[in-house]
């Protein structure tokens, strides 16, 4: 019973064997089996995300969120779908009508497809491809072209304007993503990730405490959420590039959010927070999936409360922020920390000196930032206007009164 | 090897189709999407053969990157419809004349080739991984891949420095 996943499987596996089909086959088929129950199993963890989400508003806010439908209003989200799922479709005048209908379809797959490398137990995995991280980065950009579609078609200038701001958003902060992502790679060797996840020992966020960090931030502005969300920001632009959708094609985007702020829990979980690592996981695969999805948990709360916490910012703030900060605070984290570990390889230190000097090395880099904002950064000096008179008799110099 | 056949001609397709659309749609943004779509087919060639590196390399620069720019150039100026085809006047007898030659040179290696055709050999392990192709990078093509990396750098800094405005002594 230790690993009821497997189990199932193999029980499938045998029962499709036993119907006389091929190896390839049934291998194809249970395949296709398991793509659909991780799908099926994200998409359901979206519903139970919306009512999580808006219990932490409503705690953080000072307020209570959602306690009407069912005991602590859990039914919320299903009168949510229903709700949404009623609501009449609508396409705007002059929209490209495939490309319209397309691209919510692909914000959720391009969020979707991330889950096919993420090692959820020891024996659990989609694939384990050897370029995960890659993988990860690649996916991504469907994403990107999702909300650029969603914005051309949409045959709306607001539409078309939150397009623009999320391509300069979210070319600008995969850079920071990429660097951060690659500390990891150096400590575990591999870019696939399952072995980053058995490299974890320390977790790597003890290794580089900056990279998680970095990546936390970097993926906030990948997720368009608070303090990133510019893109949607209200009060500018009404809704942002899905403004023109209604009904269940609205509902693929928010669908697609929730699941993409979820999927940069399990991103933190797995690369930083040591994945299904945990006392006696290896044993009991089913324990392993238990602290993978508490590690997820605990990232998707980080996300979420920053969220809550944190007012939107400038589009130029948000650009500056990243090309002016965190980009070279990344590009120098990485330096320092491969030149430190082939030091550290060629004097064959242990393992615990390794990873104490990794650690001392990311909190020197926190320290000098800092130190290094103070000195340069001055505060904004408020513009002193002259002191304008309340009342002031008409200038009489230029009159043009007939003199007589 | 069947499911394999079967995937390959699929894929072979809609690389295919993809491809075709690119040339014909009127519509700038469907012949971006289409190029999309073939590059994401060719990806999945790459991986077939047991390439997972390049293949992600292909979707992430040129499906990702690439195309988003490209989109994003579309978006600014507006140019979705293509207007009338102003082609010059020998473009096209030039263009059918070159095609017919890259036909007849596909169909003499399809069918008039000398050598057999070889069985696939196996694969060394970790053939085409990350590791393998930064110690080739990194050892036998160190040279060539610093000089792409200054090159690639410079264009970076020339992109900046054109379109940098030069403030003029009034805005000083």
């Keep these: 019973m230790s690993d009821p996943i497997n189990l199932i499987a193999n029980w499938l596996q045998g029962l499709l064997l036993g119907l006389g089909l091929s190896v390839g086959l049934t291998k194809i088929i249970l395949s296709f089996v398991g793509a659909v129950v991780v799908a099926t199993i994200g998409m359901l963890t979206v519903i139970f995300l919306i009512w999580l989400e808006r219990k932490i508003a409503g705690r953080i806010q000072d307020r209570l969120g959602p306690n009407r439908a069912g005991p602590y209003g859990l039914l919320q989200p299903f009168a949510d779908v229903i709700k949404i799922l009623t609501k009449e479709y609508t396409t705007p005048d002059g929209a490209d009508v495939v490309v319209y209908n397309i691209a919510p379809i692909m914000a959720v797959a391009s969020v979707l497809l991330i889950w096919a490398v993420i090692p959820f137990a020891s024996t659990v995995v989609g694939t384990n491809l050897n370029v995960g991280v890659l993988y990860i980065m690649a996916v991504g950009a469907f994403g990107l072209l999702s909300i650029l579609m969603a914005g051309l078609s949409s045959n709306n200038k607001f539409a078309l304007l939150g397009a623009f701001r999320s391509v300069a958003q979210l070319i600008s902060y995969e850079i920071p993503m990429v660097v951060s992502l690659l500390m990891p790679v150096i400590f575990a060797r591999s870019m696939g990730l399952v072995d980053i996840v058995e490299a974890q020992m320390p977790w790597f966020i003890i290794l580089s405490p900056l990279a998680a960090l970095i990546f936390i931030i970097a993926s906030m502005a990948e997720v368009n959420r608070a303090p990133f969300d510019l893109m949607e920001a209200e009060s500018e632009i009404v809704a942002g590039f899905h403004i023109e959708y209604s009904g269940m094609k609205f509902g693929m985007f928010y669908v697609g959010e929730f699941l993409h702020v979820f999927t940069v829990g399990a991103l933190v979980a797995t690369l930083f927070l040591g994945g299904w690592r945990g006392p006696w996981a290896e044993q009991y695969p089913i324990l392993g999936l238990i602290y993978f999805y508490i590690k997820t948990f605990v990232g998707y709360f980080i996300v979420a409360w920053v969220r809550l916490t944190v007012p939107r910012i400038r589009i130029d703030q948000m650009l500056d922020f990243n090309w002016k900060f965190l980009t070279p605070l990344s590009l120098v984290l990485l330096i320092i920390t491969a030149v430190l570990d082939r030091v550290l390889v060629l004097v064959n230190s242990e393992r615990w000196v390794y990873s104490l000097v990794m650690f001392l090395a990311n909190i020197l880099i926190i320290w000098a930032t800092v130190e290094v904002l103070k000195k340069t950064t001055s505060k904004p000096k408020r513009k002193e206007f002259p002191m304008r008179p309340v009342a002031m008799a008409p200038e009489t110099s230029t009159s043009t009164e007939p003199s007589s | ?172």
């Design chain 2, 1 to 172: 090897m069947t499911t394999e056949l079967i995937l390959f001609f699929s894929l072979a397709l809609i690389a295919i189709i993809t491809g075709l659309g690119l040339l014909i749609s009127k519509n700038a943004i469907y012949a971006a999407l289409y190029l999309v779509l073939n590059f994401f087919t060719i990806a999945i060639f790459y991986l077939l053969l047991g390439g997972a590196f390049i293949a992600m390399a292909q979707v992430s620069v040129y499906a990702g990157a690439i195309m988003v720019l490209f989109l994003f150039v579309i978006m600014i100026l507006g140019a979705e419809k293509l207007g009338k085809s102003n082609t010059v006047a020998w473009q096209r007898p030039v263009a059918i004349i070159l095609s017919i030659i890259l036909l007849i040179e596909a169909g003499y290696v399809l069918f008039w080739r000398t050598a057999p055709v070889q069985a696939a050999q196996t694969l060394p392990d970790g053939f085409g991984g990350p590791a393998s192709i930064g110690n080739v990078l990194l050892n036998n093509y160190l040279l060539p891949f610093e000089i792409t990396s200054v090159l690639l750098l410079v264009a970076m800094i020339g992109a900046i420095v054109l379109t940098h405005k030069q403030k003029t002594d009034k805005e000083v």
